[in-house]
């Protein structure tokens, strides 16, 4: 730790806590983390999960983490419950277990990926027409993990005033990039026609007609509406800070610093309300509202059960997945992120498993050779097919050609990239998985 005091931005960690950090690593000063949620209906279509005690090593209570995540459902709500009952549970099954929280916390990406494609998988395959977004954060201490498809937004206000986006915006009309994926995948984008021609209303893919880019479900709209995550992993500085997770009922009324400064000092559980509130009063209850409020407190800071006080006026807002350009080197810049103590740690919103699922970094044993990276099903030898593959013809495999993937996965990855179309023949599919 040579130099550890004259890092940038510790100069203002005391001393104290910085040996009890190195000390204890993370033990003594967990956050508390203190939520609330909101909601107005108007389908019935908006769900959440509000897991709080969940633990990393079954019956250890100091390896707990905290899960908040919201669904919001089109086309009626069975996948947003089906996700909601199963997503959780698939990401923590593509985790192998006896790993230090560090490897933990550097697996979980490739979980969620592992978690929403199995989701996705087992929810068409009982042929259900329905969508969903989903945004799905895991707290575990000071580290914050999100998990988006769709448009439900997750933003973070640090303690330090900030605002950093930890969700990316699948809507077809805010993301170009998405455009020329579906395009280059098959699909054809554009608006809907009126009688005479005049284009209305906002961007959608064909077949389906979605306004959305990715989701969990959807069966009747082009397999290029995947469910493969954007994930972003950050660390929040034991200053804290509050995050929202929001449905787009909130957020195609108000903007993020609306949201932030309409519940500035509010408890979480009446910030949510405030938010809500401020969403309907807006425009009426158009969509359904929902929002999850989550403050990540210094253990200090419990007694006041109001948050201490923000810097008043704008936040410093960083629109985080757009950050090649954000992060550049001017001088202001510089001076802003020395002033903010919000790592981040990892960031990718590919569509390409082989990218997702790759394994390029220390993690010995995540994928192995006899089971599927994706559903986790347990293959005989010579079953599997690597994700880097562009055939599923079999070949003989190294074991570095790994993460593998069972064949049914394999035909889904396929289907994703628009090399082919495995929906046709869902119940053909069904037969296969034994
Ligand atoms: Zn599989």
Request: glycine share 10%; charged share 25%; hydrophobic share 35%.
């Amino acid at each position: 730790m040579a130099g550890g005091q004259g890092k940038k931005g510790e100069g203002m960690v005391p001393l104290a806590l910085l040996l009890k950090r190195e000390l204890s690593s993370e033990r003594v000063e967990r956050p508390d983390v203190l939520h609330g949620q909101a909601s107005q209906a108007r389908k019935g279509e908006d769900f959440t999960l509000v897991k709080v005690d969940c633990q990393r090593v079954p019956g250890d209570g100091l390896s707990t983490f905290s899960v908040f995540a919201i669904f919001d459902g089109h086309n009626g709500s069975a996948a947003a419950i089906y996700s909601k009952e199963n997503l959780l549970n698939n990401i923590l099954c593509a985790i192998p277990s006896n790993l230090s929280r560090d490897e933990w916390l550097a697996a979980l990406p490739r979980a969620m990926v592992a978690g929403f494609v199995k989701t996705d998988k087992d929810f068409i395959d009982k042929a259900h027409f329905s969508g969903t977004t989903v945004t799905f954060v895991i707290i575990d201490g000071w580290v914050v993990t999100v998990a988006s498809v769709g448009d439900s937004r997750c933003i973070l206000e640090s303690a330090e005033g900030s605002v950093y986006f930890l969700s990316a915006d699948h809507r077809l009309e805010a993301n170009n990039e998405e455009v020329e994926r579906v395009i280059a995948s098959g699909g054809q984008v554009g608006r809907l026609n009126s009688i005479g021609g005049v284009e209305i209303g906002p961007l959608r893919c064909w077949p389906g007609g979605l306004c959305l880019s990715r989701s969990i479900g959807d069966l009747d709209v082009g397999e290029f509406i995947v469910p493969i995550p954007h994930v972003k992993q950050v660390k929040l500085s034991n200053a804290g800070g509050r995050l929202i997770i929001s449905s787009d009922g909130v957020w195609d009324a108000l903007t993020a610093e609306m949201a932030i400064n309409c519940s500035r000092g509010l408890p979480a559980d009446a910030a949510a309300s405030q938010i809500v509130k401020e969403a309907v009063h807006g425009r009426g209850l158009r969509d359904d509202t929902t929002c999850i409020v989550v403050d990540v407190l210094p253990p200090e800071k419990l007694t006041p059960s109001v948050p201490a006080p923000r810097k008043q006026g704008m936040g410093i807002f960083k629109f985080m997945f757009q950050r090649k350009t954000c992060e550049s080197s001017s001088h202001s810049d510089r001076e802003l992120s020395e002033a903010d103590l919000v790592e981040e740690i990892f960031e990718d919103g590919s569509a390409k498993l082989a990218q997702r699922l790759s394994t390029n970094y220390p993690l010995h044993n995540m994928f192995k050779l006899i089971i599927c990276a994706i559903c986790q099903v347990t293959m005989r030898p010579g079953e599997g097919i690597s994700v880097n593959s562009t055939s599923s013809k079999h070949r003989r495999l190294r074991p570095w050609d790994g993460p593998l993937l069972c064949k049914s996965c394999q035909v889904k990855r396929e289907a994703m990239e628009g090399k082919k179309h495995s929906r046709d023949s869902v119940s053909r599919h069904n037969g296969e998985n034994k």
